[in-house]
């Protein structure tokens, strides 16, 4: 059936793969496909099974000439690939580049170009040079996480006396007023909430309802920059009438043992609180550290070893990306598509700033296999036994539940997956040649503000 076959390697890892299939083969396809519709075609004037072969040809000769190549060719295809090292990606269909002819007495030549996985050529992974950034954890940090627990624990109570301040909940009614002094329809709002100082409000009226008093209105005159956030606000000016209904303010409570006995069973005194605190931010910075190593590590590997991604690859991986971006709305695509047209933006512009992480992505999962297959870590039962013991102490599950979910054959290689990840790692990080990086802040560590 295959008289010839060319494969030319292109760039991001595509192939254009050449065939010449023999004339008698896709003449026999014709036949078989000729034979089936003989026995089914309905044409009036003929009962079924009974339609001359003269009249289904005049009839249908183009298209059924058309289906017995695309048969031909799909049957020369999954021969070919069973013959060549160069084979499809599998979420990557070959895509056929020229019209076919339908002329049954010469043999039948087409092309398709298709994605196929990348070449890897492992670079340098050992002994390479990395700054690992320090930070210390001082009393300011552990009062701002105490103070954090403080605002979680607090009570929200009707402020009686007083006007709203920075802070303050606040609950309002407002709507716009128009240049005839009437209101602007469907701007109307009631029983709105916010918090005076976080600008979580369509307005951005914070600042301006400082100072009012529970039932107290207000007049609001705002001017918006032509590059504000809210489109339909951008370079105008506005008139609000708004009425505070309802102000509120947090209760703190004492930074005692009755705080540290409210946040968690496990504590008795408020040293017992900040104890475990200092213990988890310094986990923090430790795991905080390690993933920033990591990344430098994988940056220089990724610079030391090109990959040619093919266009499927990348594109396979942002479809995955955006479809966990809309399902964090929980409602329909348009309707995501739609909020992303408010705020000035579309779901390409979206994905063309995803696409240097989706590659840096690929690539770094791609090498990681490829270290993986030339280091082979060793994975041990004891390991994923001890692996599953602490997956149910982290997450509150009983030990028998936990090792019955790793039963199943998926998941308890995904967790050995996992752990051979971990594994190469620890082995990179063991490598390198770490030296000693600047010291930094912990909240600009743990912020990536560096």
Do not use: C
């Amino acid at each position: 059936m295959i008289k010839n076959k060319d494969v030319e390697t292109r760039e991001q890892s595509s192939v254009k793969l050449t065939v010449t299939l023999d004339k008698k083969a896709v003449k026999q396809k014709y036949d078989e496909l000729i034979q089936k519709y003989l026995k089914t075609a309905h044409i009036k004037g003929f009962r079924k099974g009974k339609v001359p072969i003269s009249v289904l040809e005049r009839k249908f000769g183009e298209s059924l000439k058309a289906e017995a190549s695309m048969n031909a060719i799909e049957d020369g295809l999954k021969k070919v690939f069973e013959e060549i090292e160069e084979k499809p990606l599998p979420y990557n269909t070959p895509e056929l580049q020229e019209e076919l002819d339908f002329d049954f007495d010469k043999d039948l030549t087409f092309t398709v170009v298709y994605d196929v996985f990348p070449a890897i050529k492992l670079g340098a992974y050992k002994e390479l040079e990395i700054e690992q950034p320090s930070a210390s954890i001082t009393k300011e940090d552990e009062e701002r996480e105490l103070k954090t627990l403080q605002n979680q624990n607090a009570v929200i109570v009707e402020k009686k006396n007083g006007s709203a301040e920075q802070n303050d909940i606040v609950t309002v009614n407002y709507e716009e007023i128009g240049d005839d002094g009437k209101v602007v329809p469907g701007t109307r709002r009631e029983e709105f909430v916010f918090t005076i100082g976080t600008g979580n409000n369509l307005y951005k009226i914070d600042d301006d309802v400082l100072g009012m008093k529970k039932d107290e209105e207000r007049e609001i005159e705002k001017e918006y920059p032509e590059d504000y956030e809210v489109p339909e606000l951008k370079g105008r000016k506005v008139k609000l009438k708004v009425k505070m209904t309802a102000l509120k303010q947090k209760q703190l409570p004492d930074l005692d043992d009755e705080l540290a006995q409210d946040v968690s069973e496990k504590y008795n005194t408020l040293e017992d609180l900040k104890k475990d605190l200092r213990a988890k931010m310094k986990e923090a910075v430790e795991q905080k550290i390690r993933e920033k190593t990591i990344e430098k590590i994988m940056d220089q590997i990724i610079e030391n070893s090109p990959i040619d991604l093919p266009v499927s690859m990348v594109e396979a991986e942002l479809a995955g990306s955006w479809k966990n971006f809309v399902a964090q709305f929980r409602t329909e695509e348009q309707n995501v598509i739609r909020l992303l047209e408010e705020q000035g933006r579309s779901k390409e512009q979206v994905m063309e700033e995803w696409k240097p992480g989706a590659e840096r992505k690929i690539k770094t999962r791609l090498l990681m296999d490829k270290i993986i297959d030339t280091e082979k870590p060793e994975i041990t039962d004891n390991e994923i036994e001890k692996e599953i013991e602490r997956q149910a102490e982290v997450n509150n599950v009983p030990l028998d539940d936990a090792k019955k979910r790793f039963e199943n054959k998926h998941m308890r290689e995904s967790l050995k997956s996992g752990l051979e990840d971990k594994k190469l790692f620890d082995f990179l990080i063991e490598q390198a040649n770490i030296k000693k990086g600047k010291k930094v802040k912990f909240l600009d560590l743990m912020q990536d503000n560096q």
